[in-house]
């Protein structure tokens, strides 16, 4: 794929991309965040907790098996889409951005770019608690799920 290195709308890419990844943050982190609230909700033991964590974590280690292919296929657009209709499901439970940046960036920006996006694991990691605390004391749990998910689909 030839890249135009005039073409400034890959910085919006680039933008997009960092958002993007620090949404999946923000809902990948909201069930530990909100958790002391469900245990009291569901009478949740820690066993049922880690039972719940190690599920979500065996998903996720079998996700970046087979979905890299996938989101080689099906955009990064449905891909986000997807991962939102699958963190609202708690209240009723990655490199799809490397391969956009090789696509969008010359070899001498995607350094640059790689960083920005990434940087959007930390800023979802900061803004997560925040946001949960917020979202679980004004609106209850329920909510918080909904509404950081609805985040996705922004």
């Known amino acids: 794929m030839k890249i135009q290195k005039t073409n400034n709308y890959r910085w919006v890419v680039c933008v997009l991309l960092f958002f993007a990844t620090t949404i999946n943050y923000i809902d990948r982190q909201s069930i530990g965040l909100l958790k002391p609230t469900l245990e009291k909700e569901f009478n949740w033991t820690e066993l049922d907790y880690s039972d719940i964590v190690i599920t979500f974590s065996a ?3 079998l996700g970046y098996l087979f ?5 080689d296929r099906i ?5 986000v889409t997807i991962w939102s209709i699958a963190a609202v499901s708690h209240s009723v439970v990655k ?3 490397v391969k956009a940046v090789a696509e969008w960036f010359p070899k001498s920006e995607r350094g640059v770019a790689t960083g920005i996006f990434n940087s959007g694991t930390s800023i ?3 803004v997560a608690p ?4 917020f979202l679980l ?3 209850g749990w329920q909510e918080a799920f909904w509404i950081t998910v609805g985040l996705g689909f922004i």
């Open 75 to 79: 955009g990064y657009t449905i891909s």
């Open 130 to 133: 925040l946001l949960a605390t």
């Open 95 to 97: 490199n799809a951005a």
């Open 67 to 71: 979905f890299g292919n996938i989101n």
């Open 137 to 139: 004391g004004t609106f």
């Open 124 to 126: 979802g990691a900061l």
């Open 59 to 61: 998903c996720y280690a």
